[in-house]
């Protein structure tokens, strides 16, 4: 009560602003007591918030930490089972529909011998020499479009064009074909053993898709699969053996060579051939395993050609073989066939990557096609050949006309007009500045007597000199390869010509 009153007493002797300022005082002092304790209040909501969302951040880093390494797993998983091209589809679409293929390549690589060596290994041993091979070769069919269907025991499966559709897919088949001859022969300088490998490859139509059973696999099924196994089985150590299917659609960019019919299950004979190497012009190393700029802009330019090379140039062969007239011993199917390759030979010299390489040797094909009819003055009837038979063989009337030009073109006494004349003219007389000179002039000199052009040696040898004096070489290519050797040609025309004065 006392305390009540004082305080009374006090608040009535105080005077108004007195009393308002201690009001203000205290609503100061309380104001600043409770923002204190309302920062603190949130300082420590914001503490437990913080921690709450870092908590939940570990526990989603975690989980994809988790999942990620699951798909890691899940992807290794696919890769041990599918080859890597197929592993994205089936990571993009879910699934791999069975798909038909026209054009695929099918490769089989087989160590030849191979149960020989067995025997004399470990099982770690063989099965990491295996590997050293095998990895090699799935780097190769990688860096050429290809993709591995399996290998069976020491059997290398594999197939270009699949699953992406490439028309270049036999090219680079034979590319790997190639190329995993030359990793073989890398890796056996290097290692006791000596082993090799054939290589059967084909061309034709295929089925793929995913077999779906316990243990499913990427797989792919046609007759095009046990031709390519037959042609391994057919082949030679070392060797890349292709069918005819592969070598239509490969020829005018690797060297090959013709060896016969293999009979097959439900196709029949078909045709063989080895490929020795990518054309030298064509080619970035010394053992044509490899190719350069040019050979591709090659392949680009020939990509839409039309016409049937093979089957003209097989059916002119056998016709020249069987229908040309006795006494021809020089404009027989070796020389066109030289011919041929020296129209390649300096076309490319001249820097020529396009279809007119196969015009120029279509036109070597048929230039001496006359001689069937008659022997002097055979172009124009060469000429008239080709133009009654290429439509047959699906060239265009101004192909036509190209080649029938080139072969009026190889008349002694025309002068060319063009640098696919000039390659022309000097393809046909090539072999005035080669090394087969001696053994050429002799088989011409015996067909000139038997068909009445001279009537004995010494006129020839003769007339071959004064030939040789006056001809000249028309494209650069020609003159930077053949003249000095046509200039010691001409001193051995000398001596044969002076051997029968």
């Not at 054009?103 to 099965?127: G, I, W, Y």
């Amino acid at each position: 009560m006392l305390e009540s009153q004082f305080v009374s007493n006090l608040i009535q002797s105080m005077s108004f602003w007195q009393v308002l300022c201690g009001a203000l005082a205290v609503a100061f002092i309380y104001l600043y007591f409770l923002g204190r304790s309302q920062k603190r209040r949130i300082r420590a909501f914001m503490e437990r918030r913080t921690a709450t969302i870092i908590s939940q951040k570990e526990q989603i880093e975690e989980q994809k930490a988790l999942l990620e390494y699951e798909h890691e797993k899940s992807d290794e998983l696919l890769r041990d089972i599918f080859p890597d091209k197929i592993v994205k589809v089936l990571k993009n679409k879910g699934k791999i529909e069975p798909e038909y293929y026209a054009e695929a390549s099918v490769l089989f690589a087989d160590f030849v011998a191979f149960s020989k060596v067995t025997p004399f290994l470990t099982a770690n041993e063989l099965v990491d020499t295996l590997n050293v091979y095998f990895k090699k070769f799935d780097s190769v069919i990688t860096e050429n479009k290809m993709i591995l269907i399996k290998t069976i025991g020491d059997s290398y499966f594999a197939v270009g064009g699949v699953p992406k559709k490439n028309k270049k897919n036999p090219i680079y088949t034979v590319l790997s074909g190639l190329q995993m001859q030359h990793e073989v022969s890398k890796i056996n300088q290097n290692t006791e053993f000596n082993w090799q490998i054939r290589v059967g490859i084909t061309t034709g139509e295929i089925a793929a898709g995913v077999l779906d059973t316990k243990r499913p696999m990427f797989d792919v099924w046609g007759s095009s699969v046990n031709v390519a196994s037959r042609l391994q089985e057919a082949g030679l150590p070392g060797k890349v053996n292709i069918s005819e299917t592969t070598y239509r659609l490969i020829y005018p960019f690797f060297d090959c060579e013709e060896r016969g019919e293999i009979k097959t299950k439900n196709v029949g004979n078909i045709s063989m051939y080895f490929v020795k190497r990518i054309k030298p012009e064509l080619s970035a190393d010394a053992d044509g395993c490899i190719p350069n700029n040019l050979f591709w802009k090659y392949v680009n330019n020939l990509r839409n050609s039309k016409p049937d090379y093979i089957s003209l140039f097989k059916d002119i062969k056998q016709k020249l073989r069987e229908e040309l007239p006795a006494g021809i011993y020089y404009h027989n199917e070796k020389h066109v066939l030289n011919v041929m390759t020296a129209a390649e030979f300096l076309g490319f010299g001249e820097e020529i990557f396009n279809e007119d390489i196969l015009i120029l040797k279509t036109a070597a094909l048929l230039h001496d096609i006359g001689f069937l009819t008659q022997y002097n003055n055979n172009e124009e009837i060469g000429a008239k050949y080709a133009q009654a038979i290429l439509p047959k063989y699906n060239f265009s009337p101004e192909q036509i006309e190209l080649i029938a030009s080139l072969i009026i073109a190889t008349e002694p006494n025309r002068e060319p007009k063009t640098l696919l004349e000039e390659i022309m003219k000097d393809s046909d007389l090539d072999y005035l500045g080669r090394s087969d000179f001696r053994e050429i002039s002799h088989k011409l000199m015996n067909e000139y007597i038997e068909n009445h052009v001279v009537k004995t040696p010494l006129e020839f040898h003769e007339a071959q000199v004064k030939f040789l004096k006056t001809h000249k070489f028309y494209t650069d290519t020609a003159k930077s390869s053949r003249v000095d050797k046509k200039k010691k040609n001409i001193e051995l025309a000398v001596e044969l010509f002076n051997s029968q004065a």
